[in-house]
C-alpha cells in the first residue's frame, strides 16, 4: 500500500495524559500537512511542512501541540496535557510540489483520539 | 469565518439520478478547489479538482462546476449510484501566505437503490 498511512488508528486517553501520532506519508511527497476534524466539521488546518521545515502553524495549535517531520518523511504530533477538548479526529495529508499546476493533497484514514 | 460553506447538510437521491451537491466561498483568493468523499472512520479521498480559471471539469460521472463571479462551485455525479453515498466536501486552496485546504462543513449524500 503506498497511501498515507496513520498510527495508531484509535487512541482513548486520560486527561492530563500526552500522547503522539504518527503520519508516514505518500514516500515521493515532500509536504505533509495536520488537521483536525471534529464531528459535523470538516477537516481544519493545523501545521504542514516541506521538507523537514514547519513553515506554518493554525492559531488551533495551542501550545500544547508540538509536530516534528525529523527526516522529511515520517512526522509525529504530540499533544501534552490532554483536554476533553482535544477528543477528535487527527488526519495527515501529503502532497507534491506541482510547479504551480492543483497540488492535490491525499489523506490518510486519520487516528481518533478520545480524552476521557 | 467561515470562508467555505456547504448549506445542505444532507440530500438523498434516486440510483441513477443527478446528484448535485454545492458549496459556495467568500475568499476570492482560492486558486483551485477540490473535492473529497469521505466515509465513516475513513480518511477523505479525493475526488476532482477545478482551477479557479476554469468553469468546469469533468471525469468520469463526476463534474465539477465553477461560476466565479457569484462565488459557487457545484459537483454533479450523474449517474448517481449507492456506493456513492457518504459525506462530500469542498475545500478551497490558496498558494499564497496560507497554504492549506480550507473546508466546508460537508453534505451527507445518501443513495436510495
Known amino acids: 500500500d503506498t497511501g498515507v498511512s496513520q498510527n495508531p488508528r484509535h487512541k482513548i486517553t486520560k486527561r492530563g495524559q500526552n500522547v503522539t501520532f504518527r503520519c508516514d506519508p505518500i514516500?515521493?511527497?515532500?509536504?505533509l500537512y495536520w488537521y483536525r476534524q471534529t464531528l459535523g466539521q470538516g477537516p481544519e488546518f493545523l501545521t504542514y511542512f516541506q521538507n523537514e521545515a514547519q513553515l506554518e502553524k493554525s492559531r488551533l495549535l495551542s501550545d500544547r501541540f508540538s509536530a516534528e517531520r525529523p527526516k522529511g518523511s515520517f512526522s509525529t504530533l504530540e499533544i501534552q496535557r490532554t483536554e476533553q477538548g482535544d477528543s477528535a479526529m487527527y488526519l495527515c495529508a501529503s502532497s507534491q510540489t506541482s510547479g504551480g499546476a492543483i497540488e492535490t493533497q491525499y489523506f490518510g484514514p486519520g487516528t481518533r483520539l478520545l480524552v476521557l | 469565518d467561515q470562508q467555505v460553506k456547504q448549506n445542505s447538510p444532507s440530500l438523498s437521491v434516486q440510483e441513477g439520478r443527478i446528484s448535485i451537491l454545492n458549496c459556495d466561498y467568500t475568499?476570492?483568493?482560492?486558486?483551485?478547489f477540490l473535492w473529497y468523499k469521505k466515509y465513516p472512520a475513513e480518511g477523505p479521498t479525493f475526488l476532482i479538482s477545478i482551477s479557479s480559471i476554469k468553469d468546469k471539469n469533468e471525469d468520469g460521472r463526476f463534474t465539477v462546476f465553477l461560476n466565479k463571479s457569484a462565488k459557487h462551485l457545484s459537483l454533479h455525479i450523474v449517474p448517481s449510484q449507492p456506493g456513492d453515498s457518504a459525506v462530500y466536501f469542498c475545500a478551497g486552496f490558496s498558494s499564497g501566505s496560507a497554504r492549506q485546504l480550507t473546508f466546508g462543513s460537508g453534505t451527507q449524500l445518501t443513495v436510495l437503490p
Open positions: 514516500s515521493e511527497h515532500n509536504r
Open positions: 475568499n476570492s483568493m482560492f486558486d483551485y
